[in-house]
């Protein structure tokens, strides 16, 4: 159960209401949000809404039984939509598209890229400075002196930037430098550090776990929601199976199936889903006929000699062609 409680409840009015779900062995959390005052409410036997439903202070409840319930859709029939600012936004009528390296490796580089993206008028930049690789000896990242870099550059342009968190220790550091925090497949299910993403005021996209389930992602979600930050994306970025003929297994039924769950935007990451550069672009078109909100890939110069995943990486001119694909898919699926 979801209560929304009125921007003007008073505390005597907050007070009787709590009083009234202890009476009905109901378990209250207090959820306060950039934008809204909740009560999430957990009872334990079965009971006649409408004998709190008018009581003073409430705005709307809403029966939720999923174990996600803030980010579900039960409750919240408009979607969300995720505004960054510059009239740039994820989640409304228009395919939001990020572009940009795996790893972000020099200042001539992040110049050369976002000179690739205004061109395109790309709006958003994806770039790692911590990257979590498989082998210890791999580039992991040139840290904050490589993020302070991307979001000068960045910034100068009319670009957001969108990156990799890897700890708690990290957030209040990259605060200042990013306008999405993106947590990574290996701790989707850091439960630490999806609390601390939830006591800021920066979106959070969250990828699906390498192994994760849709209703492990949504609970992932619901940790960040119910620490006070509606600002979260979902992204679809393939699962490990027993199929080794290409990187991960794009799940692309996962985009509808997220959409009628929840209200959050869907993201899909290609790049990493099929792992194979020359795959990428058609992976990226069935993800928007499939409805997602928008698409993130991996772009570079000259992806032969990127520090790492140069083999999912397109060049320039690949990545040109598949905008324009992207968006023309985009309005062929709004005409249906």
Known sequence: MIIQLSNNIKEQEQNVLLQKLSDLNIKSNLISTQFKNYIVGIPKVDFDIRSIGNLAGIEDIHRVSDDYKLVSKKWKVNNTVIDLGDNVTIGGDELAIMAGPCSIEGEEQIENTVQHLVKNNIKIMRGGVYKPRSSPYAFRGMGMDGLKLFYKHCSENGIKVITEVMQVSQVEEMLDYVDIFQVGARNSQNFNLLDILGQVDKPVMIKRGMSGTINELLASAEYVFSNGNEKII??????????????????????????????????????????????????????VMCGADGIIIETHENPEKAFSDGQQTLYYRQAEKLYQKMRLTKELVEKF
């Open 234 to 287: 979902l992204c679809e970025r393939g699962i490990r199976t027993y199929e080794n003929a290409y990187r991960n297994t794009l799940d692309l039924n996962a985009i509808p199936i997220l959409k009628e769950k929840s209200h959050l935007p869907v993201i899909v990451d290609p790049s990493h889903g099929i792992g194979l550069r020359q795959h990428v672009a058609t992976m990226a078109l069935a993800g």
